[in-house]
C-alpha cells in the first residue's frame, strides 16, 4: 500500500512539472492539492505587442486609387515568441474615400495562446486631401511612395547579394589556404604521428611548424567565415514573405433604365357648330332690311314710312342662308408619348477577389 501511495505521489509531481512545463509563454498554472479545479490565467495580449516592432498602430492615410501597398513592411518581431504577423486589408476600397479598418493579427509561438488581433484605421483621401495632410507633416501612402518602397527593397537585396558574393571568396581562400598548408596540414598529421618517431630534429621542427599554422588557422579563420553566420543569424528577424491581400475590382457597366410614358397635348374641349338653311326671307327694296319677322302688319308699317318719306314703298322675296341650330361637338384630350429616364447609366467597381504584391491571387 504504502508503494502504490508513492507511486501516485511521483505521477502527481510529474503532471504538475508537465503542466507547467507545456503552459508555455501564454498562461500560468497553479496546482491545489485542496482544490481539484485548476486556474488558469492567460498573460495579457498586449505583451505580444512588445515582441513586434515596426507595426504602426496610428490612423494611416492613403490616397485613393494606390495600388500594391505592403502593409508588412518593415515589421520585424521575436521569432521566439511570435511566430508570424499577418495582416487583412479586405475591407479596404481603394477606389472610394472613407474611413476603412485592416485588422493585424500576431500569431504567437505557443499554441496555448490566442492569436493577437489589433485594428488599424486607414483613411482613403482624395489628391487633393493627400497634399493637404502632407503639408501638415503626415505620411501618405501614394503610388510614388510604393514604387521608392520598391525601389528601395530591390536595391537592399542587391547590396545584400552582392555582400554575400563579396564574402564568398574569402570563405574559399580560407579553404585554398587551407588546402596550401595542406601540404602542412598533410605533413601536420603525419608529423604529430610521427612526432615521436625517427625523424630529425629538423623535420619535427618544420613539421610542428607547418602544423601549428593550420591548427590555427583552422580554429580562427573558420570562425571568421562564421562572421557570415552572424548575418544569417540576425535574417530570422527579418519576417519571411507574407501575403499581402489587396482587394480587386473590375468595372461593370448599367445602362440607363426609363420608360415610356403619355403626355397631353391638348386638353378636352367643346365646340358649337352652326347649323345653316336656305329660308325664303322678306326684304325691303329701300333700306334692304329683312322684314320678314315683323310680320304682315309689321311689313305694312315699315313700307308706309317709306312712302310717308317719299321713297320706294316696296319689298321683295328672296332665299337666303340662315343659321337654323347649333351642333355641339365634344373633343377629346390630345396625348403625345416620351421617353422618361429612371436612372441613368453608371460604371459600379465590383469585387473581383484578391491579389498580392507577389502576384499570386485568390
Known amino acids: 500500500m504504502e508503494q502504490k501511495k508513492k507511486k501516485r505521489m511521483i505521477a502527481l509531481i510529474i503532471a504538475g512539472v508537465v503542466l507547467i512545463g507545456g503552459a508555455g509563454v501564454g498562461t500560468v498554472i497553479w496546482a491545489n492539492n485542496s482544490n481539484k479545479d485548476d486556474k488558469t490565467v492567460e498573460t495579457e495580449k498586449v505583451d505580444l505587442l512588445k515582441d513586434v516592432k515596426g507595426l504602426k498602430l496610428d490612423k494611416l492615410y492613403i490616397e485613393v486609387k494606390t495600388k500594391g501597398t505592403d502593409f508588412l513592411k518593415g515589421i520585424t518581431y521575436d521569432k521566439k515568441v511570435v511566430k508570424e504577423v499577418l495582416v487583412d486589408t479586405s475591407n479596404i476600397n481603394y477606389e472610394k474615400e472613407g474611413t476603412y479598418e485592416i485588422v493585424y493579427t500576431i500569431v504567437p509561438v505557443d499554441s496555448k495562446m490566442d492569436p493577437v488581433e489589433k485594428e488599424v484605421q486607414i483613411e482613403v483621401v482624395s489628391p487633393e486631401r493627400a497634399e493637404e495632410l502632407k503639408k ?3 505620411d501618405v501612402i501614394t503610388n510614388e511612395t510604393v514604387e521608392e518602397d520598391k525601389k528601395q527593397e530591390d536595391s537592399e537585396k542587391k547590396e545584400e547579394e552582392s555582400k554575400d558574393d563579396e564574402q564568398k571568396p574569402t570563405t574559399d581562400n580560407s579553404g ?8 602542412g596540414n598533410g605533413s601536420v598529421a603525419s608529423g604529430n604521428n610521427n612526432s615521436t618517431g625517427s625523424n630529425s630534429g629538423s623535420g619535427n621542427n ?7 599554422k593550420p591548427s590555427t588557422g583552422g580554429s580562427t579563420s573558420k570562425p571568421s567565415t562564421g562572421g557570415n553566420s552572424n548575418q544569417g543569424s540576425q535574417k530570422p528577424s527579418t519576417p519571411s514573405h507574407t501575403h499581402n491581400w489587396v482587394q480587386q475590382y473590375t468595372t461593370v457597366h448599367h445602362p440607363e433604365k426609363g420608360h415610356n410614358e403619355q403626355y397631353v397635348i391638348k386638353e378636352a374641349w367643346t365646340e358649337s357648330v352652326p347649323i345653316y338653311e336656305m329660308v325664303e326671307r322678306e326684304i325691303c327694296n329701300a333700306c334692304g332690311a329683312d322684314i320678314t319677322d315683323l310680320g304682315q302688319g309689321g311689313i305694312g308699317e315699315h313700307i308706309k314710312n317709306h312712302m310717308l318719306a317719299g321713297e320706294n314703298g316696296g319689298y321683295h322675296s328672296q332665299w337666303n342662308q340662315v343659321q337654323t341650330g347649333t351642333n355641339i361637338v365634344n373633343h377629346p384630350a390630345e396625348y403625345g408619348t416620351r421617353y422618361v429616364v ?10 473581383a477577389g484578391y491579389k498580392c504584391s507577389c502576384g499570386a491571387t485568390k
Open 136 to 138: 501638415d507633416g503626415h
Open 176 to 183: 585554398s589556404e587551407d588546402s596550401e598548408s595542406g601540404n
Open 206 to 212: 618544420t613539421g610542428s611548424n607547418t602544423g601549428s
Open 342 to 351: 429612371d436612372q441613368a447609366a453608371y460604371d459600379e467597381q465590383v469585387p
